[in-house]
């Protein structure tokens, strides 16, 4: 999810940007946990992640916001996939049970754009982008649970609920201080939708990878067959716009980084962090989108948009700092 931020006036899919793998690997279990294996990674994604709001906003006026997410999924997905080694090996190696769960996998990975970008159509970017990034952290750490790969910590509570709140507040501070927020009940529900799709192939890559398979070739896979689906949304929404230099270079960017880069770095990072704790560490794409947008886009947040995010900080940094070797549970 991906998802975006609310100072954003366009997004691409985050997806918008994984649990406990299950099993761990005996080294990732035994030594600490490492910023560079697992925390740094996944807030690089974030950062990724970040850009999109701005740069989608970059493109030819009139362009569909689900197109430019079709279209950055549907290149960064193939890219994704044809750069990957062993990505043929991986469906040869797996199980029948493995292969079901790429399917899957590949389904929540094309369904966090089609029920984000509607969402947004219907309640507005502020409120489907808090739900959309505000569930995913908690979608993870239920889904986990009720699975049996990890049980949340308190820590991972505590970061997780500061986290979300700060998200909050940061997002919805232009409607905290001027007009109310537009309430949609089945835009609201397509942004839950969202945060579980990002939450439901965070999972599943993490248990992929917790098995032994690459975690490349797992995020490969997945997005690949994902961009795969996307293109009749793109082929139904219109193309015209890609044969601009705007269009052309907005959903190279969006491709190539927030999809292609950002999920090589958050495949690396599930190796070493839960699920759940990497759906949390990712809700510093709003924070990110938010300074890029007073920055570059010019856009202007009130003051209780800035006090979100001295409230986002803490819960960011509570989970990535290095927990103790022999730690389970997610964070």
């Known amino acids: 999810?991906?998802?975006?931020?609310?100072?954003?006036?366009?997004?691409?899919?985050?997806?918008?940007?994984?649990?406990?793998?299950?099993?761990?690997?005996?080294?990732?279990?035994?030594?600490?946990?490492r910023l560079i294996d697992g925390p740094l990674p996944i807030l690089a994604a974030a950062v990724l992640w970040g850009t999109t709001g701005t740069a989608a906003s970059m493109a030819p006026?009139?362009?569909?916001?689900?197109?430019?997410?079709?279209?950055?999924?549907?290149?960064?997905?193939?890219?994704?996939?044809?750069t990957t080694r062993g990505r043929w090996t991986l469906f040869t190696a797996s199980t029948g049970a493995e292969r079901r769960l790429l399917a899957l996998g590949a389904l929540a990975v094309a369904g966090n754009p089609l029920s984000f970008y509607p969402a947004v159509a219907r309640t507005g970017v502020a409120v489907a982008a808090v739900i959309a990034l505000g569930s995913a952290p908690v979608f993870t750490g239920l889904l986990a649970w009720a699975t049996g790969q990890a049980r949340p910590t308190k820590r991972w509570a505590v970061a997780t609920l500061a986290a979300v709140a700060g998200c909050a507040v940061l997002t919805l501070g232009p409607q905290l201080t001027g007009d109310p927020a537009h309430m949609d009940a089945t835009g609201i529900g397509l942004a839950a939708l969202a945060g579980l799709s990002y939450a439901t192939y965070s999972l599943i890559g993490g248990r992929l990878i917790g098995r032994g398979h690459p975690s490349a070739a797992v995020m490969g896979a997945m997005f690949g067959a994902a961009g795969l689906l996307a293109l009749p949304v793109l082929l139904a929404t219109g193309t015209a716009w890609l044969a601009t230099v705007r269009g052309a270079a907005v959903v190279l960017h969006l491709g190539v980084f927030p999809v292609f880069l950002a999920y090589r770095l958050f495949g690396h990072g599930l190796r070493h962090t839960p699920a759940s704790v990497a759906t949390t560490l990712s809700l510093a794409e709003s924070a990110v989108a938010a300074v890029l947008g007073v920055t570059v886009v010019g856009e202007r947040l009130p003051m209780v948009s800035w006090y979100g995010l001295v409230i986002l900080a803490p819960g960011l940094a509570l989970l990535a700092a290095p927990r103790r070797a022999g730690r389970r549970g997610p964070g």
């Open 1 to 33: 999810m991906s998802p975006s931020s609310a100072t954003s006036r366009a997004t691409s899919p985050a997806p918008s940007p994984a649990s406990r793998p299950a099993p761990l690997p005996t080294s990732a279990r035994t030594r600490p946990n």
């Open 61 to 82: 006026a009139g362009t569909s916001a689900l197109a430019i997410g079709a279209a950055s999924l549907a290149l960064g997905g193939l890219l994704l996939f044809l």
